[in-house]
């Protein structure tokens, strides 16, 4: 009898203290996320200490939108475990999410009611203008014009930055070497020194000088690799 008694006000004890070390953890996990003191830096490297793997793995994990082609819509059951997923914090960005209200409902609930409160990277093909449609950038580059060039990238931005979307897959600097690729258009071209300037102008232009303005989205530049041209194994 005594060992039971001893047996029962142990249990009692760690129960308590993991309620208590649970409680803890919640709130300093609220504490950090509604940090105005912490530095961007501080509040990555103590959000990571709190994280476990499925969080950490989650992070990496990318989901396509909703009304794509080959996505399911909101109201659809496959839908429904995209938003089971962002709760529980299995996501880290999505792509193709179209328009402030959708992407708005998406952040809500990774900001909101997942347990760490990390917001998604929204991305999407910002090519050549996003509301304002500028020339394709195989056209923009017969210009020889960098710094209109630099400008049609900045407008993209703050048109998509004010949309939600922060990333996108832009600009594409594959040198092109066979006329029949069916990319040609999206790039500078073939010449490596053009392409080359025109690319780091649209950098500068969707990312500006600081990347934290709520009017810049970040730069992707892309394909990797060995990529711009057809054939078999020529895939990026």
């Not at 053009?194 to 990347?211: C, H, N, T, Y």
Request: overall charge neutral; some cysteine; hydrophobic content about 40%.
């Amino acid at each position: 009898m005594k060992y039971n008694i001893l047996n029962v006000l142990l249990i009692c004890v760690i129960l308590v203290t993991s309620c208590k070390n649970s409680s803890e953890s919640n709130q300093s996990i609220d504490n950090i996320k509604t940090s105005k003191t912490l530095s961007v830096e501080d509040k990555v490297e103590a959000l990571l200490s709190k994280m476990t793997i499925e969080e950490k793995i989650g992070q990496m994990n990318q989901y396509n939108g909703f009304w794509d082609v080959t996505g399911p819509a909101p109201s659809n059951g496959e839908a429904e475990k995209k938003y089971e997923h962002l709760r529980k914090g299995y996501v880290g960005s999505m792509i193709n999410v179209k328009g402030v209200k959708d992407v708005r409902a998406v952040q809500k609930i990774a900001v909101e009611e997942s347990r760490l409160g990390i917001p998604l990277i929204i991305g999407f093909d910002v090519i050549h203008g996003f509301k304002t449609t500028s020339p394709i950038p195989l056209a923009e580059a017969a210009s020889w014009d960098l710094e209109a060039i630099k400008n049609s990238a900045e407008v993209a931005a703050k048109e998509a930055a004010a949309s939600g979307i922060n990333w996108t897959f832009a600009p594409m600097v594959d040198i092109s070497r066979d006329a029949r690729w069916g990319r040609v258009m999206e790039g500078a071209g073939e010449d490596p020194f053009l392409g080359s300037k025109i690319g780091v102008a649209r950098v500068q232009g969707f990312q500006g000088e600081d990347l934290s303005s709520p009017l810049t989205i970040a730069a992707c530049a892309k394909h990797f690799a060995g990529y711009a041209t057809t054939g078999p194994h020529q895939g990026p």
